[in-house]
């Protein structure tokens, strides 16, 4: 399976490496030392359906001038059903496509 996910501080791919742990698989970016959570089973709180998106959102740090730094990632579970209309206001491209192959 693959992680389906770049790193969102520096856009890699190839150095993202996934340590399992219970529930969770921790995402770490060899190449820029970016970590963050990922849950194995993602499912919908409100009705318990695992036909979700999984959604990586980049927590970032705004400093005073242009620089953005991104510090942390919360993984943001949305369901197919529940949250059919926030998944479709999705569709704006702010983050990386889906890796090719
Ligand atoms: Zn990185
Ligand atoms: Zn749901």
């Known amino acids: ?22 529930d969770t698989i921790v995402i770490t ?10 849950p194995v089973r993602p499912h919908c709180p409100t009705c318990g359906s695992t036909d979700v998106v999984a ?4 927590l970032v ?3 005073r001038g242009t620089q ?9 579970t949305l369901c197919r059903e ?8 999705r569709h704006d491209g702010h983050l990386p496509p889906a890796l090719g192959d």
């Open 1 to 22: 399976m693959s992680l389906e996910i770049l790193c969102p501080n520096c856009g890699t791919d190839d150095e993202l490496r996934g340590d399992r742990r219970d």
């Open 29 to 38: 970016c060899g190449s820029c030392g970016l970590s963050w959570d990922r």
């Open 68 to 76: 953005r730094s991104i510090t942390a990632m919360h993984i943001e």
């Open 82 to 89: 529940c949250d059919a209309d926030r998944l479709a206001a």
């Open 61 to 63: 740090e705004r400093s």
């Open 55 to 58: 959604h990586p959102v980049p």
